[in-house]
């Protein structure tokens, strides 16, 4: 792995032209003295719908208002974009990134009471390629008095971050692979695979649920996952929903209760990428030792999902697979595309006015900069399912 930081190889400034798609309509300008802003004014014949570009992986998106929002890249960079106009933010801590697209930054969230404190965190693979949260102050589009809250020696290929209330939140550890070997998610002493939660200052909650083996709570809220890369929780229900990666197959929306073995991989309606069966146990002796999906797709629809919303009780999320933008309705038990072959759908959320914002990466095997690295993007797109 490579560390990725503020990278200074890559270019400062990026312009959008004209032409029928925002891939095909990137320039990079290389010549000295230009601003760090990424200037992304609509022009005639742009891909309708595009707030910012010239991106590599964006993975998360939190929402300030209407017109303004940060998002974090996997380059190990967080932007600011306020009314058309984003911004790098300096300050932030040190990230490693692997030659193609692991690592770096995973999300970037808003504390509850942001509008008071102007707390803002993140989750990101550190210097040390070991998971991390930090927060800081966000003021005046500054970053200060950044600290770590959070910090495990071991590597997260996904996180997300999300809040049950003002004083605890959850953060998604992910893992890849086949059958994970120990240290894994059945591995109560590890942190991969598992849903934590976390006081808003890092400290273990001391209602948090006491597991097998242990003498009083620890961080790990569930276990058994295998990459949980979408979270939300309601507030209404105080229902705490995650969507997660199976390997070849497999994916699955779960309601998340304190305490629960999710089953991975003891169990899974996937297969290994040899095409052999994940394991031996059966789908009744997993429904009797660990918790199933509320929803799962098999081999067949493959989706890789990545960032989830719920709003008019249906669940939007990317199919990083697919390149597409789903909806579930959990009532029909029905999956259908609202955007197709948009491009990998890192993360969806909803704006004030009920619009919705997704981060679209770059394509897979690049370099921030390199060729092809620089088609990450951030699209608008109105209620009714269409970009604009």
């Not at 707030?51 to 939190?62: E, F, K, Y």
């Not at 304190?258 to 789908?283: A, C, H, I, K, Q």
Request: include cysteine; charge should be negative; aromatic fraction near 10%.
């Amino acid at each position: 792995m490579s560390s990725a930081g503020s990278p200074t190889d890559r270019t400062d400034c990026v312009r959008r032209t004209s032409g029928r798609s925002v891939v095909a309509g990137l320039c990079v300008l290389l010549t000295a003295g230009c601003s760090s802003d990424l200037l992304v004014n609509p022009e005639p014949g742009d891909e309708p719908g595009v707030l910012a570009v010239g991106l590599w992986i964006p993975a998360g998106i939190a929402v300030i208002g209407e017109e303004e929002f940060l998002f974090g890249d996997r380059s190990g960079e967080l932007f600011h974009y306020v009314n058309g106009v984003v911004t790098r933010i300096d300050g932030m801590p040190q990230s490693r990134t692997s030659d193609h697209y692991w690592g770096g930054f995973l999300d970037v969230s808003l504390h509850p009471e942001f509008s008071q404190n102007r707390l803002v965190y993140i989750a990101y693979v550190d210097a040390n390629a070991g998971l991390a949260v930090a927060r800081f102050e966000f003021r005046d589009g500054r970053a200060t008095d950044l600290d770590v809250v959070f910090r495990s020696r071991e590597f997260s290929i996904g996180s997300r971050i999300v809040w049950e209330n003002g004083r605890h939140f959850f953060l998604s550890f992910g893992v890849g692979g086949d059958p994970y070997p120990a240290p894994g998610p059945q591995d109560l002493g590890s942190d991969v695979g598992k849903i934590h939660r976390l006081d808003a200052d890092g400290r273990v909650p001391t209602d948090n649920p006491v597991l097998p083996g242990a003498s009083g709570p620890t961080s790990i809220w569930s276990y058994g996952h295998r990459n949980p890369q979408g979270l939300f929780f309601d507030p209404v229900e105080r229902t705490l929903y995650a969507t997660e990666h199976g390997p070849l197959g497999g994916d699955e929306l779960n309601v998340i209760e304190p305490g629960r073995n999710y089953g991975w991989p003891l169990f899974s309606y996937g297969l290994n990428y040899d095409n052999t069966p994940v394991s031996g146990m059966t789908e009744a002796e997993a429904r009797a030792s660990t918790i199933l999906p509320m929803k799962f797709w098999g081999p067949a629809f493959r989706v890789a999902p990545s960032g989830l919303l719920m709003r008019d009780g249906a669940f939007l999320f990317g199919a990083l697979y697919s390149s597409d933008l789903l909806r579930y309705h959990p009532a029909t038990g029905v999956t259908e595309v609202v955007l197709r072959n948009v491009g990998r759908v890192r993360d969806v959320v909803r704006l004030p006015s009920g619009a919705i914002l997704i981060s679209v990466g770059g394509r897979l095997g690049t370099r921030p900069g390199g060729a092809g690295g620089s088609e990450g993007r951030i699209l608008r797109v109105l209620s009714s399912g269409v970009i604009g």
